[in-house]
Structure formats: structure tokens, C-alpha cells
């Protein structure tokens, strides 16, 4: 019981993670149904600013009260992730608006190959750890077990994560919902002509929805940096697959979809390491991606679609 | 080219009370067919019947759910309820649909006697081996591959069979050679016949509207089908080629005895051609007879008018038809 | 399209290091009276605008790079590189802007013009594959009399691009013919790879009789994969093989006592030809034979292999498309509903595409285990399958030839910077061409893409004709499910 308590706090601390990353290709794909492939590696970028301002703070600055320093980093590394993710959007995507549908599936993946080279060419391809920034936590449950006695922790890093991530969920369906920007979204995910004649800036619609993406994703590189303490160039590749698996879980298009099917894919995998085995665990995550596409195409929250004859 | 087991019985207009053909000799049946899609009911309860060798007209205002029971019938949907026999045969084959029926098959053969029940088979086999050919109201052809090849790929079956599944043709056998010859002539054959022969080689995507929609009835004539489902053949047509469609359809008709089946707007084609005509309104049959019966229906003629209210109806006994057979709360037609 | 109306191109900046040249494109500004969008302000304005936004994209990463340091990372800050880079992308963008994009008459118009040629494809393709054929049957020959020297390093390079032109050719079936998108292809290419060393290394099977057996078990797990998948729409049936490949990569990685795991697999034993190896002294080929042995003699005779290999899969490939079968392929690319109405069963048509480019896979990877004598699942990652599709996406899909230009581009201009070795001597000794090469391929990847979406080739040759052999233009040709 006890170790299935900690194992499910890890997998929402995960799964928020995932979750973050996800609302990004939802949101792409809701808006001009492509899947953005260098998503993950734009996250992968997010970790890599937020790393490189921390250290820029602690050396240099010489800041040392913690709060203070995560929060200027997670206001520079959105900002400066946002402007990676405006940037790929400019350059790989817009031209090929309205082109065929292969053509910006193939920039995508060439922009994540770039990415991904441009990060190992002026970063180096060593892994860069950080020792542990948060350390503590409460202990909420407490048993024995045949291995000896077991604590359930919930870490003030996995409160963080969570708490924040529910923040961020909550701002972003507000902004979907309530503002001018989220309505000229929906017009967009309906009929692009049509906004356009509507007078919605379709292209500045699209490249917000790519910036607010690549936003969300630099706060799960954040976390992801705080969470594991190491980064590498090729951190985006999994994460993103998965996080594309949690969109689609939940229904792509479908912003509570993303965020059910990112702590759903969280859960799944942190349960099938500490039950089955660990080397399997990516298997259990893409099996289950297999899985919901064959027999549930539409997601948890998605609509159905009715064929079209 | 000819089905032989067709007869090309043009039944002219039967004496009252005399037994119509398509009472008789239906090639099609449509027994209380329903299509729900989640709480909406797009066809509810429609029965009846396509005469062998009759040009069966399918109308009703936008959103009466003419183009759902097309699905249904062709397979793309599969009906909430309700039984569609097709039969291969002259009469109404009592016993074969008997048997089909109760033993929870899909289709039965007796010599050149079949009779299928469409709801139980998928929609590529409907046409493989019921030979219920269609064309699409929005029209669907390879439009990147030239007009021979739309006519080639129609004739899919028939050349994978020769070709021996592929292998055969790989290995260049004579029997390959000589059925694509034959598929090539087939073409050209219904090439000639929708005035498409000068546009063989062309993209179909490049075809003026008027000559796609012929190209569309040409690939499934290909198909060499027993009844041809044509969705709006007239839409977008100016007035000429309505008429030539109208000669093309008597044609197939007459020279292959293919039984057609066709939703329309177009009254002057459909009263001009039709021998048959189904009205449906709101997922609901509201009048089903020839072509003058149903023009002088007062429901079809309030259908069509749009009468807001039933108060502005001032025949009592339509009235009264309306408020029970009428229109069933919360429908709409969004789907057709 | 409405939507890129009112974009005003002409506003944006463009930037970034490596991608400021995407740009070929040049959307032609309208011309607005009061504000001349073609003035030199607007051009600096524009440039300045880019060489901004370098600043930011790079400040993090070329500008600051984290290391190792004893205590922890350390920073070492490189502000000459940073504004090297901001320099450089203003002035590329300034002189863009006015020879390009903000000019009456763009240079590119002209480049435009000149590539058309090839594009269109025509009789000039005809004769180019026929050369380009002539080339391949004689190009060992060619290399070993006019570069003694460096023989082996390009026969062994032409190798290489065969077997991408090969799994190109394979991919095309599924991808170009028949509409399917398919990222996980890499894993066929691992089953086939597999299959021939876990045979040779369990039962003892040699090349010859394995190659066959990799052939068919590819292409039945092409079908065990395909069965359920075959039904979603483009996109999904993306990821979904996309994550099957994964899962293959993965399962590979952790079958220790089976595959190796990440030792994978090693002497993997040669080809031989009729039985005679390639080795030195009694009984090899060069003993049979009474010539002298060479070492280039075995690469000569893998790079017929693959040769002939690649050419039967175009033959088979340009032959099933004249077939039914080939055109139910296209068909099911064009309009899957279409093709239903018409009797064709698509399941068992997608299957067999799938199949089939799963073989060809399969028999490329059993080769490529001979070659290599080694195999391990780093081979086989997500990253083949992305360039193999880039090859045929790059090249026009379903176009043979455009396979090919697009092989030996990709693939052999990346391998040539391997010898750019004197570039060190202008960037300095610590300058290492072949850490770039990944990064511009994705840049290669993205720039093509961008300038010619339909890829080089993108014209469609007819299966059937009456009178008159059209070629079909790409603006025609749909690109598969549900688009």
C-alpha cells in the first residue's frame, strides 16, 4: 500500500511533466493539425536555457535564495524558449502553410535534428548534472513492509512541480476560454479561411499558440533539470514521444486531454518500473500509444470522428 | 458486355392496382431501415423497394437523410436497424432470402440466383460481389491519376484475379495480358460512351465538373454492377448535360440493365426519368410511387414548399397525415 | 490561400545562425505606395530586426556554454562568437533582403528557372536515370582506374548511398505508392539485419540462404505490425509505427541473452560468391581466379550486391505499379473511400504495400549486417527511419530517379565532409567538420523542404495510356490519407 502511494506521487510528478510538454502538440495540432516533432526538442532547449541561467545566477550573480532565483529562471527560460519556438515556426512551418501535409511533417523533423546538433555542437555532448537544488519533503504515510519499514514521501519537489503545474493548467484554460486570443484559437482550429476573412491574424494566432507551447514546454525543462538534476542534448526525442502519446491518449486537441493523458502516461510508467521491470518501461509507454490509437482513435476527451463519405 | 441474368424490363407505367414492378421484381429491399448517429435519428423505420431494371428516383429537402441511406446501402455505414436484401434474379427469391436471413449468413448462391443482405458485409465486398456500384455527391475520383487509370482501377477485382494475385502477372502470363487488353477495351468502351475518350490521358483532376461526374458513373459501370447508386449525378450540370445525362442513364438502363438508384434535386430529370420515386422527409418515407403519384402527393408538395406551420395547410386529411407520420421532434438532417 | 494574406512577410524577421538562407523562397512583397516595403531603411530595419533575434536564440547557447569543472558545471562565456554569429546573420539578411526578398527581380528567379529542367522531370529524366544507371553498373571500375588511391573509400561510400537508395525504393512503396506514412521503418531494416546475424551466429546460415529468409520475415512483420494499424489516418499511422519501431529498438537493447543487447552482434560472416570468400591465399576468389589479391576485390563485390539488390527493387517496384495491385496503391492514396466503392479491399491492399516495402527493408538490412560484420541496436534508431523518409519525401514522392538525386545528396554530400579536413586549418586545429554533419543535414532537410515542398522530382508518370503519354503535374497528386 505504502510503496503504491509513493509510486503514484511519483507518477503525477512525472506525469505533469509530460502533461506540460503535451498541451504543446495538442495545441499545434488542434490549431493546423500537424504534428510539431521538434516539440520535444524545443523542451529539450528550455532545460538548457533554464540550466544555463541558474548557473549564470548562482556564479556569477551570486544569488543564493532559491526562490528567487527559480523564479527569474523560469521567466527567462520561458521567455527565451518562446522565442526558439516562435523561430522554428517562422522558418520551417509558415512557408509551408497551406502545402502539402508531408512537407511540414518532414521541416518538423528536420528542425529537431537541427536542434538537437545545434545544442550538441556549442553545448558539448556530455550530460550536465547539477547537484540536487531542493531537498526535503514530508512524510505523509508510514508502514512495514516484508523488505522492512517504508516511508511515503512527498517531496517539496514533487509539491512544486504539481502545484505549478495545476497553476499553469488552470491560467492556460482561462486563456483559451475567456480571451480574444483563445477565441481567435478555436476560430483557427474550426476553419482557418474563415477567421482570415473574419479579420483573425491567422499567422500571429498560430505563432502565439507555438509560443505558449514552447512556454509550458521551458517550464517542464525546468522541472525536469530540478526533478533528475541531469540534462543531455537528446533529453527531447523520448519526452517528446511520450508527450505526443499524452496528447493523443487524451484526445488530441483537447487541452484537459493533454494534461489527463500526460499523468495517465506517468502513472503507467512509474507503476510498470517499480512493478514489472524498468528496462521495459518505454515499451509499456509506446504499447499504450498503439493501444488507444487502434481501439480508441479518438482519445479519452476527444471527439469521435464520423467518417466523411 | 451485358449482365446476361438481367432482363431489361423497362416497365412501362403499370395499370392502377395492377402489381408494380418493384413489388414484384425488386433488385433491391429496404426493410425498416434506421440510422442513428448518438441521439440523432437520421433515418427512421424507411422501407422500400428498387424494381429490377427501373430507374428509381431517392428525394426529399436538404437533410432528409437521402444520402445516409445511400451509406447504408453501400456499406460506408452500418445501419442501426433494419434488413437491405439485394437480390441477383428475377422475382422476389422468398426462399433464398429466407435462408439467408435465418442462418446469420451474409450472402447465398443458387445457380445465377444470389441473394446478399447488405448490412452484414463491408463496404468493398458490397460492391466485389453484391455489384452495388455508387458515385458521391461530392465527387471522389483519383484525381491524380489520368481518366484511363480511374477506369483501370475500377476494374480491380477482375485483373487481380487474372494476374493470380499479382504473381502471375509478374511472370507476364498470357491470361494477365490478355484480360488487361480486355480491361483497356472495357474502358474505352465507356469512354466512348460518356465523351471522354479525347480526355483519356489526362489527369482527373483536370476534368471540367461536367465531365467528372460522367467519369465517376463511367468507373462504376467498370464495376459492371447490378444496381448503380448515383448521389445527385445532375448537381452543378447546366441544362445540355442534364439532358445528356439523362440519355446516358436511359442508356445503361437500356443496354445493360443495370437498375438505378438516384437522389436528386433536379425535378426535370427526376419526373422525366424516373419510373419509381421514394420521398423522404426528415429521415421518414412521405410518399412512394410513380413519377405522377408522388408530383400530385399534397405531403410532398408541403415537404417541398417548406410550410412552416401545419396550420398553414388547409387539406384536413394532410394535416392530419403530418401530425402522425409527420415529423418526429428533434431531427435534424445535418448528416445527409 | 486567404490566410497568408494579410502575413505581410515583408514585417518579419528572419534568423537564426545556420537557417538564415531557408529563405529561398521569397514571397514577392506586395508593394504598398505609401511605405516602400523594397527601401534600404526597411531592408536594414528587417536586417537589424534578425540579427536581433540571433542575439537572443543565441545568448544562451553561443554565447555561454556550461562544462565540466571540478565543483560543478562552469561557465565559459564566448561574446565573440555571439556577435560573430549577429554579424554575420545581418549582413546575410541585409544582402538577402536586397538581392532577394525585397527586390523587383530576385536572384533566385533566375536559379528558379534553371532548376526547372530537372524538376519537370520530362525526357531529361529518362535519359539522366538511363546515365545515371550506365554510371552505377561501371562505377567500381571507374573509381579503382581514375582514383587508385582512394578507391576503396568511395566504392565503400557508393555503397552506402546504394543501400539508402535501396531502402528509399522500399519506403516508396509504402510512403510515395500507397499514401502510408510510415516512421518506423528502420525497423524492418533492424528485423532483416537481425534475422541474418541471429541465423548465422545460431544455425550457421550463410548469406545467400539467409538473405531470403531476412526478406520474408520482414515482410511478416510488416503484416503482424500492419494488420492493426492500418486503419488509422496519416498522422496516427505515423506515430503508431513510429513507436513500434521504438519498441523493437527497445526490445532488441534488452534481450540480452538473445540479441546481445547493447554488445549487439559480431562476426557476422561475409558473402561468398558461389562459395568462394574473399579472403587471402588458398581457395579465396583471388586464388581461384590466379590474380593477385586485393582487399578492394570484396568491396567491388558487396557493392555489386547491393546493386543488383536496389535495381530488383525497382524493377519489381516499376513493374507492381502497372499492375492492379500497384494501381489500388495509388488509388488508396488518392481516395481510400473511392476505392472502396470500386470493390477493393484496402486492408489487404495496404498490407501488401506494407509488406512488401517491409522486404525490401529487410533485405537491405541483411546486407548492411554483412557489410558492417556488426550490428547493435544504435544503428537502428529513430534517426534512419527520419532520413530515409527526408530521401523519399526530399526526392518526390513516388518518384524512383528523385530517390536517387536524393541519396546522393543527403547522404553522400554529408559523407564528403568528412573530407573537409583542411577546413581545420582555417577554423582553427580544434575544428571538427564531421560534428557538424548531423546539423546540416537538418538544415539540408529543411531548406529543400521549404524550397521545393514537392520534392525535386515531383511530376507523376501515367501507368496506363491510350494515345498520349502526359506527365502529371504534383499540384494534382494527392499525398495520402485523409489531405
Given at each position: ?309 | ?54 430507374i428509381t428516383a431517392l428525394i ?75 458515385t ?92 448503380l447508386c448515383l448521389d445527385e449525378p445532375a ?14 442513364l ?10 438505378i438508384l438516384l437522389i436528386e434535386?433536379?425535378?426535370?430529370v427526376v419526373?422525366?426519368i424516373s ?62 | ?483
Open positions: 500500500m505504502e510503496y503504491f502511494v509513493q509510486q503514484l506521487i511519483n507518477g503525477l510528478t512525472l506525469g505533469s511533466i509530460y502533461g506540460l510538454i503535451a498541451i504543446g502538440y495538442t495545441m499545434v495540432y488542434g490549431i493546423i493539425g500537424m504534428i510539431n516533432f521538434a516539440h520535444g526538442d524545443i523542451f529539450m532547449v528550455g532545460s538548457f536555457i533554464a540550466l544555463a541561467t541558474f548557473l549564470i545566477l548562482t556564479t556569477v550573480f551570486g544569488f543564493v535564495f532559491l526562490p528567487v532565483i527559480l523564479l527569474i529562471v523560469l521567466i527567462v527560460a520561458m521567455l527565451f524558449t518562446s522565442a526558439w519556438g516562435w523561430t522554428v515556426e517562422r522558418l520551417a512551418y509558415r512557408p509551408l502553410r497551406g502545402s502539402f501535409r508531408l512537407a511540414p511533417l518532414i521541416t518538423a523533423i528536420g528542425m529537431s535534428i537541427v536542434l538537437q546538433n545545434f545544442v550538441q555542437v556549442t553545448q558539448g555532448a556530455r550530460n550536465k548534472p547539477i547537484p540536487p537544488q531542493i531537498q526535503g519533503g514530508v512524510t505523509i504515510m508510514e508502514g512495514v513492509t516484508e523488505n522492512g519499514p517504508i516511508a511515503v514521501q512527498l517531496s517539496y519537489m514533487q509539491m512544486i512541480i504539481i502545484v505549478t503545474t495545476l497553476v499553469l493548467m488552470i491560467g492556460f484554460t482561462l486563456l483559451i476560454n475567456r480571451t480574444p486570443l483563445g477565441r481567435a484559437q478555436r476560430a483557427c482550429e474550426q476553419d482557418r479561411k474563415m477567421a482570415a476573412l473574419l479579420g483573425v491574424n491567422v499567422d500571429r494566432t498560430i505563432s502565439l499558440t507555438f509560443v505558449m507551447g514552447a512556454a509550458l514546454a521551458s517550464v517542464a525543462g525546468l522541472m525536469f533539470l530540478l526533478l533528475y538534476g541531469v540534462i543531455d542534448f537528446y533529453i527531447g526525442f523520448l519526452a517528446g514521444v511520450k508527450a505526443f502519446t499524452a496528447a493523443v491518449l487524451g484526445g488530441i486537441g483537447s487541452l484537459p486531454g493533454a494534461m489527463l493523458g500526460g499523468l495517465l502516461i506517468g502513472l503507467i510508467e512509474v507503476f510498470w518500473s517499480g512493478y514489472f521491470t524498468i528496462e521495459y518501461k518505454d515499451v509499456a509507454a509506446f504499447s499504450i500509444l498503439a493501444i488507444v490509437l487502434i481501439f480508441l482513435p479518438s482519445g479519452l476527451l476527444g471527439k469521435p470522428e464520423v467518417e466523411k463519405v | 458486355m451485358v449482365s446476361a441474368s438481367q432482363s431489361a424490363a423497362t416497365a412501362a407505367a403499370p395499370m392502377p392496382g395492377a402489381p408494380r414492378n418493384w413489388d414484384v421484381n425488386p433488385v433491391l429491399t429496404v426493410e425498416h431501415l434506421t440510422m442513428r448517429f448518438g441521439g440523432l435519428v437520421a433515418v427512421n423505420d424507411l422501407s422500400f423497394n428498387v424494381g429490377r431494371g427501373d426529399g429537402p436538404n437533410g432528409a437523410g437521402k444520402t445516409t441511406v445511400f451509406n447504408c446501402v453501400t456499406g460506408f455505414y452500418k445501419p442501426t436497424e433494419g434488413r437491405t436484401v439485394m437480390r441477383h434474379g428475377d422475382g422476389l427469391l422468398q426462399d433464398l432470402v429466407e435462408e439467408v436471413t435465418a442462418g446469420g449468413l451474409r450472402s447465398v448462391q443458387m445457380g445465377d440466383r444470389a441473394v446478399f443482405l447488405l448490412e452484414r458485409m463491408p463496404d468493398f465486398e458490397i460492391s466485389h460481389h453484391a455489384r452495388v456500384a455508387r458521391f455527391q461530392n465527387i471522389r475520383l483519383f484525381g491524380g491519376m489520368t481518366v484511363l487509370e480511374n477506369l483501370m482501377v475500377a476494374q480491380h477485382n477482375v485483373l487481380m484475379k487474372a494476374s493470380v494475385f499479382t504473381i502471375g502477372g509478374l511472370l507476364g502470363l498470357p491470361r494477365y495480358r490478355i484480360a488487361e487488353k480486355a480491361a483497356r477495351e472495357k474502358a474505352v468502351y465507356w469512354l466512348e460512351r460518356t465523351r471522354l475518350i479525347d480526355r483519356a490521358d489526362d489527369p482527373a483532376a483536370d476534368l471540367p465538373y461536367g465531365d467528372q461526374r460522367r467519369l465517376e458513373i463511367a468507373r462504376a459501370m467498370c464495376t459492371e454492377p447490378h444496381l448537381a452543378g450540370l447546366n441544362p445540355r448535360e442534364s439532358q445528356e445525362l439523362n440519355a446516358l436511359q442508356f445503361i438502363r437500356a443496354e445493360h440493365g443495370t437498375s434535386h433536379d425535378m426535370g419526373m422525366e419510373d419509381h420515386v421514394v420521398v423522404l422527409d426528415y429521415g421518414v418515407k412521405i410518399a412512394d410511387g410513380d413519377a405522377d403519384h408522388v408530383k400530385n402527393d399534397p405531403k410532398v408538395i408541403a415537404a417541398y414548399l417548406g410550410v412552416e406551420d401545419e396550420d398553414e395547410i388547409d387539406i384536413p386529411e394532410v394535416k392530419k397525415d403530418l401530425s402522425t407520420a409527420g415529423k418526429p421532434a428533434g431531427q435534424d438532417g445535418g448528416v445527409a | 490561400m486567404a490566410a497568408e494574406t494579410p502575413a505581410a512577410p515583408t514585417s518579419s524577421i528572419r534568423p537564426e545562425g545556420a537557417q538564415r538562407s531557408l529563405e529561398e523562397r521569397g514571397n514577392a512583397p506586395v508593394v504598398a505606395p505609401a511605405n516602400d516595403p523594397n527601401s534600404m531603411a526597411n531592408s536594414v530595419r528587417d536586417a537589424a530586426m534578425a540579427a536581433a533575434l540571433t542575439f537572443v536564440l543565441g545568448f544562451f547557447f553561443l554565447g555561454v556554454r556550461s562544462d565540466f569543472a571540478p565543483g560543478g558545471l562552469a561557465l565559459e562565456f564566448r561574446w565573440g562568437l555571439l556577435f560573430i554569429a549577429v554579424a554575420i546573420i545581418f549582413v546575410a539578411r541585409l544582402l538577402l533582403n536586397i538581392f532577394v526578398f525585397r527586390t523587383t527581380k530576385p536572384l533566385t528567379q533566375r536559379m528558379g528557372s534553371t532548376f526547372k529542367g530537372v524538376g519537370a522531370g520530362g525526357g531529361l529524366g529518362k535519359w539522366l536515370g538511363r546515365a545515371l544507371f550506365a554510371f552505377a553498373l561501371v562505377l567500381p571500375f571507374f573509381f579503382t582506374s581514375f582514383f587508385p588511391g582512394q578507391s576503396r573509400q568511395y566504392i565503400d561510400l557508393a555503397i552506402l548511398i546504394m543501400t539508402y537508395i535501396m531502402l528509399g525504393w522500399g519506403l516508396n512503396i509504402v510512403v510515395g505508392l500507397a499514401g502510408l506514412l510510415d516512421l518506423g521503418y528502420v525497423a524492418f531494416y533492424a528485423v532483416g539485419a537481425y534475422s541474418f546475424a541471429l541465423l548465422a551466429q545460431y544455425f550457421d546460415i550463410g548469406f545467400w540462404m539467409a538473405l531470403p529468409l531476412a526478406g520474408l520475415l520482414a515482410a511478416f512483420w510488416g503484416i503482424i505490425l500492419g494488420f492493426p494499424v492500418l486503419r488509422l489516418r496519416g498522422d496516427y499511422l505515423a506515430i503508431v509505427t513510429l513507436a513500434f519501431g521504438e519498441i523493437i529498438r527497445v526490445v532488441l537493447l534488452n534481450w540480452y541473452e538473445f540479441t546481445g543487447g547493447p554488445d549487439g552482434i559480431s562476426g557476422i560472416p561475409k558473402p561468398t560468391l558461389f562459395g568462394l570468400e574473399f579472403k587471402r591465399g588458398e581457395g579465396g576468389f583471388a586464388d581461384f581466379f590466379g590474380i593477385p589479391f586485393d582487399n578492394i576485390h570484396r568491396f567491388i563485390f558487396l557493392y555489386y550486391i547491393i546493386f543488383v539488390l536496389a535495381i530488383v527493387t525497382n524493377l519489381v517496384t516499376l513493374r507492381l505499379r502497372k499492375m492492379p495491385v500497384g494501381r489500388a496503391w495509388e488509388a488508396l492514396r488518392e481516395d481510400e473511400i473511392a476505392c472502396r466503392s470500386l470493390g477493393i479491399n484496402t486492408t489487404n491492399t495496404k498490407l501488401t504495400a506494407f509488406a512488401l516495402g517491409a522486404m525490401f527493408g529487410g533485405l537491405a538490412g541483411s546486407f548492411f549486417a554483412t557489410r558492417q560484420g556488426f550490428i547493435s541496436p544504435e544503428s537502428f534508431t529513430f534517426l534512419e527511419s527520419a532520413i530515409i523518409l527526408a530521401i523519399v519525401v526530399l526526392g518526390g514522392l513516388g518518384s524512383q530517379i528523385g530517390v536517387v538525386i536524393a541519396s546522393v545528396v543527403m547522404i553522400g554530400g554529408i559523407e564528403m565532409l568528412r573530407n573537409l579536413g583542411f577546413l581545420s586549418q582555417v577554423f582553427g586545429p580544434g575544428f571538427e567538420p564531421t560534428q557538424y554533419r548531423m546539423l546540416i543535414f537538418g538544415v539540408a532537410m529543411v531548406l529543400i523542404m521549404v524550397w521545393k515542398p514537392r520534392g525535386l522530382v515531383s511530376t507523376r508518370e501515367p501507368t496506363a495510356v491510350l494515345k498520349e503519354k502526359k506527365r502529371i503535374g504534383a499540384d494534382m497528386v494527392a499525398q495520402g490519407e485523409g489531405h
